[in-house]
């Protein structure tokens, strides 16, 4: 009986994501490929979240900076409309994080059930 065995003592160079277009993953990657689509795809929604929260906090920064640099005592009107927008942009996303984070444990778990290792509820 032959074991298969991975190294997995040195670093491995490849980019498994996205796979290769040959379809066969480097042999220390491939355990570590243990996403489901349902998950990629949530994660993927994440991910674009996260971007445009760092767009939104990083124009927040920017504002934030000029003003500190200003010290003229108060935000110009429509400089306090734009971070009020944002503001609330920024609060949106944040919903839109926390469902997608149940999104993606209930993908998680779905997984766990389809392999065996939780029972179906």
């Excluded at 504002?63 to 609330?88: C, F, T």
Aim: charged residues 30%; glycine residues 6%; contains cysteine.
């Amino acid at each position: 009986m032959t074991e298969q065995i991975y190294d997995t003592s040195g670093e491995c160079a490849c980019d498994p994501f996205p796979a290769p277009a040959e379809g066969v993953a480097c042999a220390q990657c491939e355990p570590n490929n243990a996403l489901s689509c349902d998950e990629e795809w949530v994660l993927g929604k994440m991910r674009a979240i996260k971007e445009q929260a760092r767009g939104l906090t990083a124009r927040m920064n920017e504002m934030h900076s000029r003003e500190m640099a200003a010290l003229s005592g108060g935000i110009a009107p429509q400089d306090e409309a734009e971070w009020n927008r944002l503001s609330d942009e920024l609060d949106r996303l944040r919903i839109q994080w926390v469902e997608w984070q149940e999104r993606l444990e209930d993908a998680i778990e779905r997984k766990l059930v389809f392999l065996g290792h939780r029972e179906a509820t």
